[in-house]
């Protein structure tokens, strides 16, 4: 299926960024950030070859959010922002969960309208919100430790930031409930509701 100009310029900006900056850790000998910024490249492609496949044609403000929450991540890990500026982390974190919240809402959203079976109440959208966000937000510190434990990445620096990164995810999630509210799930420009093509909208309707 054919790709829209626009996600295919943030397929383009992304991965040109994804490879500056991984090569440039890796030359300095930082193979840490170096291969985030590559996996940053890896995910951002999914919203082009998601598209290319005729399955999903994500809104480009949301291709544009998630190059924003990977892109402040990786930049953070190559120029070591979040061992020098303090509020870096915080605002990554406000990004990302926001942007987990926004693809949650998606979900339920392609749900409600082209499930059989499942429907979502409009009130339930920002209670999912939050509680997605949330979640995603504990698996990452939990994989943070992981990796602090197995490799040390040294990524957690103290049970006050481990908590500190939740307290901001919840705030992510909540900007984004707020959002939803106020604005997306009325869908105006129509960019939610044309998310799900074809092929993907019969699997919608057979097996669920």
């Known amino acids: 299926m054919k790709v829209r100009r626009e996600t295919a310029g943030v397929l383009l900006i992304s991965e040109g960024l994804g490879m500056i900056m991984g090569a440039l850790a890796l030359s300095e000998g930082n193979n840490y950030p170096g291969l985030g910024a590559f996996m940053g490249g890896l995910i951002m492609a999914l919203p082009f070859l998601l598209e290319r496949m005729g399955l999903i044609r994500l809104p480009i403000f949301v291709q544009i959010w998630a190059l924003l929450a990977i892109g402040l991540h990786t930049f953070g890990l190559v120029w070591k922002l979040y061992d020098t500026t303090w509020w ?98 009325r869908d105006p420009t129509d960019e939610l509701g044309t998310t799900a093509l074809e092929p993907l909208i019969g699997r919608f309707k057979s097996w669920f």
């Not at 509680?131 to 990445?153: A, H, N, R």
């Not at 500190?164 to 909540?174: A, P």
């Open 88 to 185: 870096w982390d915080e605002m990554t974190h406000a990004v990302s969960s926001s942007l987990v919240g926004m693809l949650a809402a998606i979900g339920l959203y392609l749900f409600d309208m082209h499930s059989i079976k499942i429907k979502v109440p409009r009130w339930a959208y920002p209670i999912m919100i939050m509680v997605f966000s949330i979640f995603i937000g504990v698996i990452w510190e939990m994989g943070e430790f992981t990796g602090d434990v197995l490799t040390s990445t040294r990524m957690q620096y103290s049970l006050s930031d481990t908590l500190n990164d939740c307290y901001v995810d919840m705030l992510g999630g909540l900007i984004t409930s707020a959002l939803w509210i106020l604005w997306f799930w």
